[in-house]
């Protein structure tokens, strides 16, 4: 966890949730995960109950876990290509990109991103 001006990224894993496999005779096979986790990204405003904007990275079965990567791709995805938390109704809206569309506000979470993975080694 670390902050950003008004902003607290909070990154947790979750179980990965299997794909529908196959229907064999009308019955649907779940595929297994694999012991498989996605890194989740969630920024808050102080002020709110629940994450505004929300990321996800999957870990595809072939990749090697590599956690700064699926960190940066879930806050990559959190900020542009994620879904906000509507606060009324604490629905999904999709696509919602108007938060971080002005480039200082980007280039100050990606700063604070890279001081907070550098002070893991210390």
């Known amino acids: 966890m ?17 794909r529908l496999y196959t229907e064999i005779d009308g019955l649907c096979f779940m595929k297994d ?6 890194t989740v990204c969630e920024i808050w405003i102080s002020d709110l109950e ?10 595809h079965p072939n990749d090697k876990l590599d956690k700064v990567l699926g960190k940066k791709i879930a806050l990559q ?8 938390i509507d606060i009324i109704s604490k ?3 999709p696509k919602y990109k108007l938060e ?5 506000k980007r280039i100050e ?3 604070a991103f890279w001081v907070w993975v550098k002070s893991w080694n210390e």
């Open 2 to 18: 670390f902050t950003a001006g008004k902003y607290k990224i909070v990154f947790r894993r979750r179980w990965h949730q299997p």
């Open 77 to 84: 995805k959190a900020m542009i290509t994620g879904y906000r």
């Open 33 to 38: 995960n694999n012991g498989r986790y996605d």
């Open 91 to 93: 629905q999904k809206v």
């Open 100 to 104: 971080f569309c002005i480039k200082s």
């Open 50 to 59: 629940v994450p505004r904007f929300k990321g996800v990275a999957k870990l």
């Open 109 to 111: 979470m990606w700063q």
